[in-house]
């Protein structure tokens, strides 16, 4: 692993590990899976990032999906600056939260209502209350690799045998809590077949990432989306799409547009805030309208629909609807994946790549995983030792090989034939 000369960020790593946990307000910021020094950033402008050092890099982070149309874009900074100078928020209804849910609606033709919360945790957790209070039934389903936030009953791994009670993946999570989430495997869609036979009117809901984006990349197959749509709609389960990061981010439509697939209940976050603190969940009316105060089912936030929050939100969702928008993104990522793939097999290094609108994978494996356990084949090794090199090259990857990656239409040709430059040096060299 490369070393770095003692530096700002390991100066201020080394600090703030005296009063932060880890140093970090958030685990994966820590290199813990990649080795090394986090960085600290101080500042972002279109593609780019500068760290406390002031070294520049080329961002395929975007604030893990937020910044889809760069950093400081000029259109969403001056929203927020006049949102702010209206009032940094007053816990009272706003035209603004009115007008984001109506183009929400507008844009997600599932969506018949929705809830403004301030981040994609609190709607997972809360689409699943809901998603009970409306069923009465107290069993979730959710697959193995994906990520839905850090509720206690979504931090949940497979217990022993398929069908057997999940278990706690978080210290502190009742074993008794994770015993309700059945945890399934990805793409399996027998599995889920066998899981509905076997005890599906206990079922309240599924959970499911429609891309996965948390096991590095994961796409659906056909067949698993079919038997997700099927199985609920037969035994009256609620299917909950977790768009929190495909929404805005593969489609203008997100994923349950790029694929075809009606979700119940869908849960938004990432893009939809522009990099600030703003996430929604909703679906069906006759399911929302179970949410306090019309219904049973309590939900509350001081922060929900703040007006700066939602005014990044708003901006961000008006620069992606403009023609043409996702064409150039999806574009723009195949371009990084088919360049990346070519000079690795140039150099005869064995990885491959795959995209799906502005979202990207990075293997370091013979052929594209389609599950979790194949995922968990591929050379982490191999990845941290990339990572860092592209580091040291200038170009941010997310520090983690189980993490996907995100262009913004920021980024032009230049900035990913650049970056396949970069990665081309490292592959010439590889052993
Ligand atoms: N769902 C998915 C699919 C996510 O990727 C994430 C965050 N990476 C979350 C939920 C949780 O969102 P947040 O970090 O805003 O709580």
New binding site residues.
Partial sequence: MTSHPISQNQSLFDASQLRIPGGVNSPVRAFRSVGGTPLFFQKGSGAYVWDADGKRYTDYVGS?GPMIAGHCHPDVVKAVQDAAANGLGFGAPTASELEIAELLCKLLPSLEMVRLVS???EA?MTAIRLARGFTNRSRIIKFEGC???HSDGLLVKAGSGALTFGQPSSSGVPAEIAALTTVLDYNDAAGLERAFAESGNEIAAVIV?PVA??MNLITPKREFLDALRNLCTKYGAVLIL?E??TGFRVSLQGAQGYYGIKPDLV?L??VMGGGLPA?AFGGRRDIMQCLAPLGSVYQAGTLSGNPVAVAAGMATLKLVQEPGFYENLSKLATRLTTGLTASAKKHGVEFCAQSVGGMFGLYFSRAVPTSYAEVMACDKEAFNRFFHAMLDAGVYLAPSAFEAGFVSSAHTEADIDETIAAADSIFSVWK
């Fill in positions: 893990w981040s994609g945790t997972t990520y839905h936030g990432e984006g948390n977790d929190v990061m849960t976050g990432k996430a």
